[in-house]
C-alpha cells in the first residue's frame, strides 16, 4: 500500500501539492492526470527518492522494486535486445556472479546460482526481450543493431523496454505513449494491462487511460483528489461536481443552442440543406465531449473554408517515396469534400510518406496526382515544431502568413489561442512543446484550409488542448485526413478508415476495435514468421469472413442474451455506485471550500464547524467502502466477460 499523509510538495518556491493524503492499494492501476506543472512528475521523483517531501509523510513498503523510464539512452555499441535484457538488473546480477563463481571454480556457489537463474527465467529471458521488443515496433534485423544506431524516439523506446523486463512490484510511467505509434500503443496497454504490480501512469491519451486503468488521482488545486474507475468515469464525476459547483456546461449549451437554431431554420432549405446537415454531425459529435469540453481552460475553431473545389485531389496509379525506393504503389484516391479519413497503418508502412505526397512536399514517383482549383491545405506534420523560427515570437510568424493584415488583428487572434499581450511579442525559445503546438495549430486555422492533413497532431499537447483540438475538428467543415496515435481523437472526428499496408493504401472494413484484432494478429504472424521464415503477413484487411449458418447465428445469438441478462444487475450496480460516488465527491468538495473560509472558525459557528467536520469524516468512510465495492463489481463483470 502507498500512503500519503499531509504532503507538500515544494518547487522552487512554488508550492505544488500542499497538506494532501492519498492511499494506493496493491495491484492498483493508477492514472495521474492534471495540468502541466501541477506536480505530476515531482510525485513520480518523491517516489524514486529523489525529492524528498517538505512536510508529511510518504509510506510505502521498503521492500518493493520500482521500476521507471529512463530519460538518457546511452550511445553504446550493445545491441538493442541486450540492452532491454539488462532491464532484468538481478538477472544481470546473478550472471556476473556465476561468471565469478566459474573463474573461482566453485561448484557449490555455481550450483545455487543456476537454481537462482532457474528461478529468475533466466533461460527464456531472451525469448521474453524479442516479444517485448516485437510490441514496441521493432524488427528482428533492429534487435540486433547497436543503440548508437537509433534515433532519440526509438532509444526512448528501449529505455520503455528495460523498464517493463525489470521485475516490478510498482511500474512508474511517465507519459509512455509520447514516441509511440498506435499499433505500439495498443500492444503496451495489452501489456499493461496484465501487469500483476502497482502501476501509476502520467498520459495524456484518454483511451489508453480507459483501457489500462482503474483509479484516476487528479492533482488539483494543490491537493490530491482519487477517484474510482477509469478516465471515461473521472470525467462524469468531475463533469456533475462542476455542474453542481458553477454552471460549468453553459458555455457548451451556447454551441450546441447555436446549431441547432440553424438546423431548425435551414434543413428544408434547399439551397443550405447540405451545410444544415454537416452541423446535425457536429452536434451529434459534441455529445460524447460535453463534459470535458465544458470545462476546458481552452477553445477554438477552424473558419468556414472560403471555398472548396469538388474533389479536392485525384490520385490515379500514383507510387510514393524517395529517390529510387518506392514506398507505396498503386494508390487510387478520388478525395471528394467533406470527407473525413483517419488513416491506419503499422510504424514504418508509409503513412507519413503519402501525407506528404499529398501536400506536395515530394512529387509522386509515377502517376497522376490533380488538385482541384481553390484547393487550400491546412499541414501539421510530425516535425512540425521544428519548422518553427525559435529565435521570432508568434506575432512573427502569423505576421508573415499575412503581411497585410493589421497587427492589432493579429493580436486578436493569437488572443484566442492563449497568447497574451507579452508571450504574442516574444521568441517562442523557451515555450513548452504544449505552446509550440498550439502556436502551429494558430497558424493552420489562420489559413482557413479546405483541407487539412494532419500527422500526429497531439504530440505534445496535454489532455484541455486534445479536447479542444477534437471538438474544433469535428466541427471543421472542410475534408480532414488525419494520422494520430490518439484513439478518441480518430473516432470523434473520422467517419471513414483507410489502411496502409503492404505498400498500397485501400479501404478499411472496420472500427478501431478491428484494427486491433487486425493488429494483434499480425504481430503474432510477426513473430512466428521471424523465427521461421521472415515471410510477412499478406492479410491487411479483416474483410472476408466465413458466414455463419443460420443455427449458428441463433446460438450465438442466445448466448449473447444469456451473457447481458448476467451481467445487467451488475453494470446497474455500478451505474448507481458511480452515481453515489459522484454525489459524496461534489459533497465533499464542498465541505472543503466551507472549511477553507476562515470565518467558519469563528466561536458563533462551533456547531455548524462540528457538523461539517463530523460529515467529512463521514464521507471520507463511506467513499472508500463503494469503491471498494465498485472495484469488486467491475472485477465480477470482467470475470463474466472471459
Wanted: with cysteine; charged share 25%; glycine share 8%.
Amino acid at each position: 500500500m502507498i500512503r500519503l499523509s499531509q504532503l507538500t510538495l515544494i518547487r522552487g518556491v512554488k508550492p505544488l501539492i500542499e497538506a494532501a493524503d492519498l492511499t494506493l492499494n496493491p495491484g492498483e492501476k493508477v492514472g495521474l492526470i492534471g495540468a502541466n506543472g501541477s506536480g505530476k512528475s515531482s510525485l513520480f521523483a518523491l517516489l524514486r527518492n529523489e525529492l524528498h517531501a517538505d512536510a508529511g509523510d510518504v509510506d510505502f513498503p521498503a521492500a518493493w522494486r520500482i521500476a521507471h523510464v529512463a530519460q538518457e539512452t546511452p550511445a553504446l555499441d550493445r545491441s538493442a535486445l541486450d540492452y532491454a535484457i539488462d532491464g532484468d538488473t538481478t538477472l544481470r546480477r546473478l550472471e556476473a556472479e556465476l561468471a565469478v563463481a566459474e573463474a573461482a571454480h566453485d561448484g557449490l556457489r555455481i550450483g545455487e546460482l543456476h537454481g537462482a537463474l532457474q528461478d529468475a527465467d533466466a533461460y527464456t529471458v531472451r525469448a521474453r526481450a524479442e516479444q517485448l521488443l516485437t510490441g514496441l515496433g521493432f524488427t528482428n534485423n533492429q534487435m540486433r543493431q547497436p543503440l548508437a544506431s537509433f534515433s532519440g524516439g526509438w532509444r526512448m523506446r528501449l529505455n520503455l523496454a528495460q523498464a517493463l523486463m525489470c521485475p516490478s512490484d510498482l511500474l512508474l510511467l511517465d507519459e509512455p505513449t509520447n514516441h509511440l505509434d498506435l499499433d505500439a500503443i495498443i500492444w503496451l496497454e495489452d501489456w499493461l494491462k496484465r501487469y500483476p504490480g502497482t502501476l501509476i501512469v502520467i498520459s495524456h491519451d484518454r483511451d489508453f487511460l480507459d483501457g489500462v486503468v482503474n483509479v484516476i488521482v487528479h492533482i488539483d488545486g494543490k491537493k490530491l483528489k482519487r477517484y474510482g474507475g477509469n478516465y471515461s468515469s473521472f470525467e462524469k464525476q468531475r463533469a456533475i461536481y462542476l455542474a453542481l459547483g458553477q454552471s460549468a456546461f453553459e458555455k457548451q449549451s451556447r454551441e450546441r443552442a447555436h446549431l441547432q437554431s440553424f438546423i431548425d431554420r435551414f434543413k428544408s432549405k434547399a439551397s443550405k440543406a447540405k451545410q444544415a446537415q454537416s452541423r446535425m454531425k457536429m452536434l451529434a459529435k459534441m455529445e460524447d465531449l460535453a463534459p470535458i469540453h465544458a470545462a476546458a481552460a481552452f477553445s477554438f475553431e477552424f473558419g468556414e473554408p472560403d471555398r472548396a473545389p469538388n474533389p479536392l485531389l485525384v490520385l490515379e496509379g500514383v507510387a510514393a517515396g524517395y529517390g529510387d525506393k518506392v514506398i507505396l504503389s498503386g494508390i487510387d484516391l478520388n478525395l471528394q469534400a467533406g470527407q473525413r479519413i483517419g488513416l491506419l497503418g503499422v510504424n514504418g508502412a508509409g503513412k507519413s510518406t503519402l501525407i506528404k505526397t499529398l501536400v506536395g512536399d515530394i512529387p509522386p514517383l509515377s502517376g497522376k496526382l490533380v488538385a482541384g482549383k481553390g484547393l487550400v491545405i491546412g499541414y501539421f506534420a510530425q516535425q512540425q515544431l521544428e519548422m518553427l523560427r525559435h529565435d521570432q515570437s508568434p506575432l512573427w510568424h502569423l505576421a508573415k502568413l499575412s503581411p497585410r493584415t493589421r497587427e492589432q488583428e493579429l493580436r486578436n487572434f493569437l488572443g484566442g489561442f492563449n497568447f497574451n499581450a507579452e508571450m504574442a511579442t516574444a521568441a517562442i525559445a523557451p515555450l513548452s512543446g504544449g505552446e509550440k503546438a498550439r502556436l502551429a495549430l494558430a497558424l493552420i486555422v489562420w489559413q482557413r484550409p479546405n483541407l487539412l492533413l494532419l500527422d500526429e497532431p497531439t504530440n505534445h499537447l496535454d489532455l484541455e488542448t486534445r479536447e479542444a483540438l477534437t471538438v474544433a475538428l469535428a466541427q471543421f467543415e472542410g475534408t480532414l485526413i488525419l494520422v494520430s496515435h490518439d484513439r478518441h481523437l480518430l473516432r470523434a472526428t473520422s467517419d471513414e478508415f483507410m489502411i496502409v499496408a503492404d505498400g498500397g493504401l485501400r479501404p478499411f472494413d472496420g472500427d478501431l476495435d478491428d484494427y486491433r484484432d487486425w493488429l494483434f494478429k499480425r504481430i503474432g504472424n510477426k513473430v512466428t514468421s521471424d523465427k521461421v521464415t521472415e515471410k510477412p503477413d499478406s492479410s491487411p484487411c479483416p474483410s472476408v469472413t466465413r458466414r455463419p449458418s443460420k443455427e449458428q447465428k441463433r446460438l450465438e445469438a442466445e448466448a449473447r442474451q444469456r451473457l447481458a441478462a448476467q451481467k445487467k444487475p451488475v453494470e446497474t450496480r455500478i451505474q448507481r455506485l458511480e452515481e453515489q460516488m459522484a454525489r459524496h465527491n461534489a459533497r465533499q468538495a464542498m465541505i472543503d471550500a466551507h472549511l477553507a473560509d476562515p470565518e467558519i472558525y469563528a466561536d458563533t459557528r462551533k456547531d455548524e464547524l462540528k457538523q461539517l467536520t463530523f460529515e467529512q469524516a463521514s464521507l471520507a468512510k463511506n467513499l472508500e467502502q463503494l469503491e471498494s465495492e465498485w472495484m469488486e463489481q467491475h472485477a465480477a463483470l470482467e470475470a463474466l466477460s472471459v
